[in-house]
């Protein structure tokens, strides 16, 4: 793992020294593949031991592609960085949510936060051991509630004293009682997208952290609640480490505030949000958000959980497009492919930065994909939906593209398909897994069928078949 972080550096140290620019441009990535799975060899992008290209003509486009052992060492990294503290790593399903990506997580010893009963319906499915299950979410139903409870679930982040109540119901009719774990909101800014920031005061999220022992006064108070911990999450992504510091430093005055008032407070949850290298290496590996929290988490002697999501899935996926047309108009050129805001909403959502390049460049790729690129020109990377939203990237200097051409859009495993939609009526593409040289199709494209299949034609008879009028 060490070597692995020291070759990451010396990559990137590499990356931005001016002699990487003679270097024969396919030949450019040191890494092995678990490392950066996605890698051009012989002038084309693999994933792992495959030819994107092959699975985009035996798949078709949009295709979602996505790679096993980086899944895999992304999940091991953050275990081993945690490892002096045994932690419970629950990763956020809702950052990709296939079943079978669970499935080889949970092979792995991971384990899984979830926000819906639809997510632990997934776990379920994949057969996770739900003991081991966190469940956040500021509105929790009663059959949400429930199902947790039927499953044994490690502990609920809750958010708020009306679902404290609510839990304690359901747990009462059940016989029961209810593992719990204050979510706390610690009012730390993690600097990202304001439609990410979840930490700060007046974001929706848990409870003011002032209030603890007033909460947890209430949870000692019902018989029907236990106490097991304080939950925080800061938002997503993090690509530095102080707002963790702080918040561990928090979370430890809470505990030992609570201790001081006889609560057994014996888990801490900082949630996830670790960054994800979406340009470049801006992200810090797992071991530098180790290094702040760890020294906090054992001076309040509390196990440790984690929910990683984004930095587990995201550069384990890739979403693979088909330019459809080119166009220059308004002074500028357009490349029409067929993924779409609908495939992923997060450019559209977030104005997030995706790095795009052909699967068979003329041009090397770049160390700066924000650059001016030469060879390259700018170009507006949209799809087919009838939305100006409806975009990849926007003014980026790419190779010149035709019809028929491959694209690349890297770092999509997280918020991509878990995102995705049927708008404009769009079936939504294949999901494959590799595995060195072997592929598995995790998900069926879409059909029209499939598009229609909940709807029923509930419309009176009349109306669908008017009758005959005098002229007919
Ligand atoms: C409570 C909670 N935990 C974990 C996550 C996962 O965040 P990330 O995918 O950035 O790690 C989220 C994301 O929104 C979240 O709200």
Redesign the pocket.
Known sequence: MLNELARVRAFAKMQSSPTTHSVSFFHLLPLSPVMEPFRYRDGELYCEEVRIADLAHEYGTPLWVYSSAKLLHEYRAIQEAFAEVDPVICY?V??NSNLSILKLLNSAGCSF?V?SGGELYRVQKAGADTTRVVF??VGKTDAELRQALEQNILMF?VESEAELDAISRIAASMNRVAPVAL?LNPDIDGKTHAK?T?GKKGNK?GMDIERHNQLANKVLNDPHLELRGI?M?L????NTTEPYEAAARKALDVVSALRSQGHQTNWINL????G?NYRGTEAPPAAEYAQVILPFIKQAECRLAL????????NAGALISEVIFTKREGGKLFVIQDAAMNDLVRPAMYDSFHRLWPVKPTVKPPQDYEAEIPGCEATDVVGPICESGDYLAKGRYLPPMQRGDLLCTFSAG??GTAMSSNYNSRPRGAEVLVDGTQVRLIRKRETYADLVAGELFAVASSVADPAPTDEA
């Open positions: 956020s809702k950052s936060d926000v956040a979410g982040n979510r990410t979840t999220f939950h999450h938002g997503s992504p993090i949630g996830g949000g670790f994800l929910e990683p999501g984004r930095s587990i899935s995201g997280a918020y």
